[in-house]
T-cell receptor, first 114, second 111 residues
Framework: EAGVAQSPRYKIIEKRQSVAFWCNPI?????LYWYQQILGQGPKLLIQ????????DSQLPKDRFSAERLKGVDSTLKIQPAKLEDSAVYLC????????????FGPGTRLLVL | KQEVTQIPAALSVPEGENLVLNCSFT??????LQWFRQDPGKGLTSLLL?????REQTSGRLNASLDKSSGRSTLYIAASQPGDSATYLC??????????FGPGTRLSVLP
């Protein structure tokens, strides 16, 4: 069974630029999560989708971050404009059940904002 | 609001030692708790998921125990190997709510 796929793996941008990350969850997993992980900390949930609907985006900085999950499968997370403090690893995870069902993570996208 | 701490923050041991990683959480009304491993530059790999009705869960050299009433979980690693070097994170989950992750314990096993 294929795992969670993410791309790109690394991205370097300058502040005020925009960037987008892509995630393809495990086939059949209805729930998809985006996390932000700052160096030395545990992942922090940004947004949770159930199929293509948003369930929890309470910690998403909506003035600059946006996410969508079209057709209930792939998802895209966008940052526009980026700030220095957005430098982090962005992790995508999926689960068969809603929370707190077992989650499976992708390899992450490491973002550096200069 | 669930808060999670992990002690120690970092640990360095010689190969072959048995070791214990600790996880504490403030809201004991959890549904389950998941332990993860994270290698440098990589995503999280699920190690064990222990339900609130269970006292412990085992996978190979790993054993996770859960004491809900005291808000604690421990991950026991037997006969540690250099390949066990990674960061270990715990994440308790309350029913219908998302996991809250601890900051992790960074483990180094020296050959």
């Amino acid at each position: 069974e294929a795992g969670v796929a993410q791309s790109p793996r690394y991205k370097i941008i300058e502040k005020r630029q925009s960037v987008a990350f892509w995630c393809n969850p495990i086939s059949g997993h209805a729930t998809l999560y985006w996390y932000q992980q700052i160096l030395g900390q545990g992942p922090k949930l940004l947004i949770q989708f159930q199929n293509n609907g948003v369930v929890d985006d309470s910690q998403l900085p909506k003035d600059r971050f946006s996410a969508e999950r079209l057709k209930g499968v792939d998802s895209t997370l966008k940052i526009q404009p980026a700030k220095l403090e957005d430098s982090a690893v962005y992790l995508c995870a999926s689960s068969l059940e809603g929370p707190p069902g077992a989650q499976y993570f992708g390899p992450g996208t490491r973002l550096l904002v200069l | 609001k669930q808060e999670v701490t992990q002690i120690p923050a970092a640990l360095s041991v010689p190969e072959g030692e048995n070791l214990v990683l600790n996880c504490s959480f403030t809201d004991s009304a959890i549904y389950n708790l998941q332990w993860f491993r994270q290698d440098p530059g990589k995503g999280l790999t699920s190690l064990l998921l222990i339900q609130s009705s269970q006292r412990e869960q085992t996978s190979g050299r790993l054993n996770a125990s859960l004491d809900k009433s005291s808000g604690r979980s421990t991950l026991y690693i037997a006969a540690s190997q250099p390949g066990d070097s990674a960061t270990y994170l715990c994440a308790p989950g309350n029913y219908g709510q998302n996991f809250v992750f601890g900051p992790g314990t960074r483990l180094s096993v020296l050959p």
